[in-house]
Every structure is written in C-alpha cells, then in structure tokens.
C-alpha cells in the first residue's frame, strides 16, 4: 500500500521559514514528485516538481523562495519555504506520479497512477 504522510506545517509571520517533508512507503525513482497546494475556495496548484532524473520546476509564484528536494536513501521530499508571504497559506500535499513526466511550473504528468498525501497546514499571518 502507498503511504505518503506530509509533516511540518505550522504558523508563522511573513519573511519566515518552513521545511516540510513527505515520508513515503514506496522507492522515490520512478516517481515525478511534486508539492501542491490549495487554499480556501481556490483549485489545488502545483509549487514545485522533481522529476525522475532529477530535475526540478516552480511555479512562478514560490520560484526563488521554494526549493524541492529528496532523500532517496530514506525515501522523504522535502520543501524549504523560505520568505513566506501571506498567499502562500494553504494546505500541501505531496503526489508521486509514478513514471510521470515532470512539467513547468512544478506539475508532473502522464504517470501510470497518482497518490496523495493527507496535506499539512501552512499558515503564513502576522
């Protein structure tokens, strides 16, 4: 069974930091990994993607303040959030398409499947 459990949201003020991850059940490789997320009465978007051969994409809106990353050996994605401005509020979910193809602006498509984690809540308010 797939398990993909986000950790590390939390509430902080504007300019400050958050690092989330993802523990996952399953082998990062043949995954395109991304983070998304969705506020309230607003569509679920994608912020930042990591393909399987490595490379990395943002949405305009987190690039140069959000920064994807993994631990292949202990099979966690990470999200640095550095910077964080009231509209980055919202809950996160990492997906793992599995052999997806990793697009702009953070989304990866054409995967076989599709898991969700449950999402972790980032508040970002003074």
């Known amino acids: 069974q797939v398990q993909l459990v986000e950790s590390g949201g939390d509430s902080v003020q504007p300019g400050g930091s958050l690092r989330l991850t993802c523990a996952t059940s399953?082998?990062?490789?043949?995954?395109?990994w991304a983070w998304f997320r969705q506020a309230p009465g607003k569509e679920r978007e994608a912020v930042a993607g990591?393909?399987?051969?490595?490379?990395?994409s943002y949405a305009e809106s987190v690039k140069g303040r959000f920064t994807i990353s993994s631990d292949y050996t202990k099979s966690i994605l990470t999200l640095e959030m550095n910077n964080l401005k009231p509209e980055d509020t919202a809950k996160y979910y990492c997906?793992?398409?599995?052999?997806?193809?990793?697009?702009?602006?953070?989304?990866?498509?054409?995967?076989?499947?599709?898991?969700w984690g449950q999402g972790t809540q980032v508040t970002v308010s003074s």
């Open positions: 997906a793992a398409d599995l052999w997806g193809n990793l697009r702009g602006g953070g989304a990866c498509d054409g995967g076989t499947s599709r898991y």
């Open positions: 399953i082998s990062l490789y043949t995954y395109c």
């Open positions: 990591l393909g399987i051969n490595g490379d990395t």
